[in-house]
């Protein structure tokens, strides 16, 4: 069974990058599609983007200048980075695998961790 | 972007009820619709994909139906651990989008 986690600092200063690392264990990370989502307190779902194993990615327009998706697949990792944060960015970022099937469902997630933007 | 719409946006139910749920895209996405529960403190849980599909080890009172622009999540007979906020969330174009939720508590 496949199993995420992310991990990463719980604060980040405003305009400063957001660092997060998604291991992932019982799995390997060929030949998926791997994602992050992010949920502010009390709010929905807001997709960020994919990194798929061979590196390709694709990215939310609202987010595509500051973000970045990458994937070690010797290390099992994925790391998001977002820069230049806002308060606005303060969430809970959730890593998860989408395998190549109808629908490109989210089918395994990491337990999320938080990060909020503060001076 | 594809708008994603979800009613009603929160529900009242009783253990043993019949729920549905729907959502409403924006623009046609066929079947690329998929459905998860999100549990207080809990990261979201795959229920449905492909608008129809269960997913694996999830209970069969659970089901999904739509295709084109409406869909609908059906719990055929509530359980206690049913209740909790869900989601639908269409993959057909970038950016995946998904709806604003419905909670679903206890009446």
Same mark, same amino acid.
């Given at each position: 069974?496949v199993?995420?986690?992310?991990s990463?600092?719980?604060l980040?200063?405003p305009?400063?990058?957001?660092?997060?690392?998604?291991?992932?264990?019982?799995?390997?990370?060929?030949?998926?599609?791997w994602?992050?989502?992010?949920?502010?307190?009390?709010?929905?779902?807001?997709?960020?983007?994919?990194?798929?194993a061979?590196?390709?990615?694709?990215?939310n327009?609202s987010?595509?200048?500051?973000?970045?998706i990458?994937?070690?697949?010797?290390?099992k990792?994925?790391?998001?980075?977002l820069?230049?944060?806002t308060?606005?960015?303060?969430a809970?970022?959730?890593?998860?695998?989408?395998?190549?099937?109808?629908s490109?469902?989210?089918d395994?997630?990491?337990?999320?961790?938080?990060?909020?933007?503060?001076? | 972007?594809?708008?994603m719409?979800?009613s009603? @946006? #929160?529900l009242?139910?009783? +253990?043993g009820d $019949?729920?549905?749920?729907?959502c409403?895209?924006s623009q046609?996405i066929?079947?690329?619709?998929n459905?998860?529960?999100?549990?207080?403190?809990?990261?979201?849980k795959?229920?449905?994909?492909?608008? @129809? #599909?269960?997913?694996?080890? +999830?209970?069969s $009172?659970?089901?999904g139906?739509?295709?084109?622009?409406?869909?609908?999540l059906?719990?055929?007979s509530?359980?206690?651990?049913?209740?909790?906020?869900?989601?639908?969330?269409q993959s057909y174009s970038?950016?995946?989008?998904f709806g604003?939720?419905t909670k679903?508590?206890?009446?």
């Amino acid at each position: 069974q496949v199993q995420l986690q992310e991990s990463g600092p719980g604060l980040v200063k405003p305009s400063e990058t957001l660092s997060l690392t998604c291991n992932v264990s019982g799995g390997s990370v060929s030949p998926d599609y791997w994602t992050w989502i992010r949920q502010p307190p009390g709010q929905g779902l807001e997709w960020i983007g994919y990194v798929h194993a061979s590196g390709s990615t694709n990215y939310n327009p609202s987010l595509k200048s500051r973000v970045t998706i990458s994937v070690d697949t010797s290390k099992k990792q994925i790391s998001l980075k977002l820069s230049s944060v806002t308060a606005a960015d303060t969430a809970l970022y959730y890593c998860a695998r989408i395998p190549n099937i109808d629908s490109w469902p989210f089918d395994y997630w990491g337990q999320g961790t938080l990060v909020t933007v503060s001076s | 972007d594809i708008q994603m719409t979800q009613s009603p @946006s #929160s529900l009242s139910a009783s +253990v043993g009820d $019949r729920v549905t749920i729907t959502c409403r895209a924006s623009q046609s996405i066929p079947n690329y619709l998929n459905w998860y529960q999100q549990k207080p403190g809990k990261a979201p849980k795959l229920l449905i994909y492909a608008a @129809s #599909s269960l997913q694996s080890g +999830v209970p069969s $009172r659970f089901s999904g139906s739509g295709s084109g622009t409406d869909f609908t999540l059906t719990i055929s007979s509530l359980q206690p651990e049913d209740f909790a906020t869900y989601y639908c969330q269409q993959s057909y174009s970038f950016p995946y989008t998904f709806g604003q939720g419905t909670k679903l508590d206890i009446k």
